[in-house]
C-alpha cells in the first residue's frame, strides 16, 4: 500500500509554460515533504521542501504548494525549461521510533518540456 | 566534495555468486542509506546506518548484508540473490543524525544489478 502517490506517471509541456506535478499522501503522520529530480544515469537529487506549518515554499522558479486537509501537494515550476525534463519524486517525512525521519518516496512523474 | 559515490555502475550476477556494492562520501555525514528500486516504482528503503552502526533494517532478507567499515563506506554484500533482486540499488546519505527534521538525502548514482 502506497503511502505516497504520484497518480500522472508522466507529463508533457511546451517550453516556457507551467508544469503542475501532484503528490497525495495516505498517512497523516507526515511532516515535511519535499521532492527530488532524477535525471537518467544520476541519482535523485533534493529540489525543494515544505514542512507542514506551511502551505507554500518558493524557490527562484520552483513553488512548492501543501494542502494539508486534502493531504495534496504539488509542485509548480513557471517558466518550464527544456533542462527541466527529468523524473521527479514526491518524498514525505515522519518520525519512526527512536526520533529518526526517513523519507517515504512517490513512484515518480517523468516530466518532458518541449523546446 | 558532495557526492556520494557507487561502485560498480553495472553488475551481472549468477544466483550461486557472491559480489558486493560499494559506496563512498566524504561530506562528514554519520547516516547512510540502501535503497532499492525496481522499474516504475518507488525508491524503496532497505538499510540505514547510522554512526556507523545499523539502525534501520526494513525486514529485508538475509541475502543482502549490510556492512560499514567506517563513517565514509557503506558496502552491500549479495549472495544467493534471486532474478527478482534484480534493480537499482542507490546509497545515499544525510548530515549527521537521523532526527534531523529537514535534512534532505544525498544519492549516488546507483548500481544497477542483473541477477540471472
Known amino acids: 500500500d502506497q503511502q505516497v502517490k504520484q497518480n500522472s506517471p508522466s507529463l508533457s509541456v511546451q517550453e516556457g509554460r507551467i508544469s503542475i506535478l501532484n503528490c497525495d499522501y495516505t498517512n497523516s503522520m507526515f511532516d515535511y515533504f519535499l521532492w527530488y529530480k532524477k535525471y537518467p544515469a544520476e541519482g535523485p537529487t533534493f529540489l525543494i521542501s515544505?514542512?507542514?506549518?506551511?502551505d507554500k515554499n518558493e524557490d527562484g522558479r520552483f513553488t512548492v504548494f501543501l494542502n494539508k486537509s486534502a493531504k495534496h501537494l504539488s509542485l509548480h515550476i513557471v517558466p518550464s525549461q527544456p533542462g527541466d525534463s527529468a523524473v521527479y519524486f514526491c518524498a514525505a517525512k515522519r518520525p519512526l521510533s527512536g526520533g529518526s525521519y526517513i523519507p517515504t518516496f512517490g513512484r515518480g512523474t517523468s516530466l518532458i518540456v518541449h523546446p | 566534495d558532495t557526492e556520494v559515490t557507487q561502485t560498480p555502475k553495472h553488475l551481472v550476477m549468477g544466483m550461486t555468486n557472491k559480489k558486493s556494492l560499494k559506496c563512498e562520501q566524504h561530506m562528514g555525514h554519520r547516516a547512510m542509506y540502501w535503497y532499492k528500486q525496481k522499474a516504475k516504482k518507488p525508491p524503496e528503503l532497505m538499510f540505514v546506518y547510522s554512526y556507523e552502526k545499523l539502525s534501520i533494517n526494513e525486514s529485508v532478507p538475509s541475502r543482502f548484508s549490510p556492512e560499514c567499515p567506517n563513517s565514509s563506506l557503506l558496502n552491500l554484500h549479495l549472495h544467493a540473490l534471486q532474478p527478482e533482486d534484480s534493480a537499482l540499488y542507490l546509497c545515499?546519505?544525510?548530515?549527521?543524525?537521523?532526527?534531523?527534521?529537514?535534512?534532505?538525502?544525498?544519492f549516488g548514482e546507483g548500481s544497477r544489478l542483473t541477477v540471472l
Open positions: 545515499a546519505s544525510s548530515p549527521p543524525a537521523l532526527t534531523v527534521y529537514t535534512g534532505e538525502l544525498f
Open positions: 515544505i514542512s507542514s506549518i506551511k
